[in-house]
């Protein structure tokens, strides 16, 4: 995820990617707030294809990932079948927990590897209930999770599997800090909610384009202002309402 960087002399905001091992929602906060949740959590090490939370049950800790990144998937007939949104350093999992619902409503697996601090939901409550500024930062984050549903939705239904493709590799790489990253045909075609074929065949087209290398699972991003012309607008426009809420 990218966060605002301010010009020096006062200019307008750029975009620079956010550096890896820290969250940005808890960076966000006073230090005094952010030293009594950090004292609240627990450092763990998050698993490739973990299992985090399932849709319709109590979710017993909440996430703030700093180097993985986890996908947020819609269950189909009891399945989890199609990916609506994606966490990584610049949000938390469990933002459901700041409403009063204990109830997670998506699956969650994590896509990337990596460490997070992990909360149980009670003391979370209770920080939530202390901290007016933690309550502020998750209201917005709340707000950004609602737009990136949105666009989520608006992708699914309007827009074709290349400029998907382009955008969904764009999270990726902003939430694992890296230009190469693993990932199969089997799990896009998962992800996105289109048959392997069609991943196939946009995956292919980025690479003729020399946009990506891709080779045995193994992806990686080689011309990143490309990809991003390639993308549908969901994406920059998911970054930037980020950047005009949690900078």
């Known amino acids: 995820m990218y966060v605002a960087r301010r010009l020096p002399g006062g200019g307008s905001p750029t975009l620079a990617p956010m550096a890896s091992g820290v969250n940005h929602l808890i960076e966000l ?15 763990v090490d998050l698993l490739l294809e973990q299992v985090l939370s399932a849709g319709g049950k109590p979710a017993p800790y909440a996430y703030f990932p700093t180097s993985a990144f986890i996908s947020l998937v819609a269950p189909i ?5 199609l990916e609506v949104g994606m966490v990584g350093s610049e949000g938390m999992l469990g933002a459901h927990l700041a409403l009063g619902v204990p109830v997670a409503p998506f699956h969650s697996i994590v896509q990337g590897a990596g460490a997070a601090w992990r909360i149980g939901s ?19 984050y709340l707000y950004v999770l609602m737009s990136q549903l949105a666009a989520s939705a608006t992708c699914l239904r309007f827009h074709q599997i290349g400029p998907r493709l382009a955008r969904w ?10 230009d190469a990253f693993r990932v199969t045909h089997e799990f896009l075609s998962y992800m996105l909610g289109v048959r392997r074929v069609g991943i196939t065949e946009a995956a292919g087209d980025l690479q ?13 991003v080689l011309d990143r202002a490309g990809l991003e012309a390639a993308a549908c607008d969901c994406y ?12």
């Open 29 to 43: 906060l006073p230090r005094n707030d952010r030293t009594r949740l950090l004292g609240a959590c627990e450092s």
């Open 77 to 81: 007939d009891g399945k989890p079948m």
């Open 122 to 140: 009670i003391p979370f409550n209770k920080e939530l209930r202390r901290s007016a500024p933690l309550q502020r930062c998750l209201n917005r």
């Open 169 to 178: 590799l764009l999270m990726t790489q902003d939430r694992a800090h890296a």
């Open 208 to 220: 003729r384009r020399e946009l990506i290398q891709y080779h045995r699972g193994q992806l990686r």
């Open 236 to 247: 920059a426009l998911e970054r930037r309402i980020y950047t005009q809420l949690l900078r």
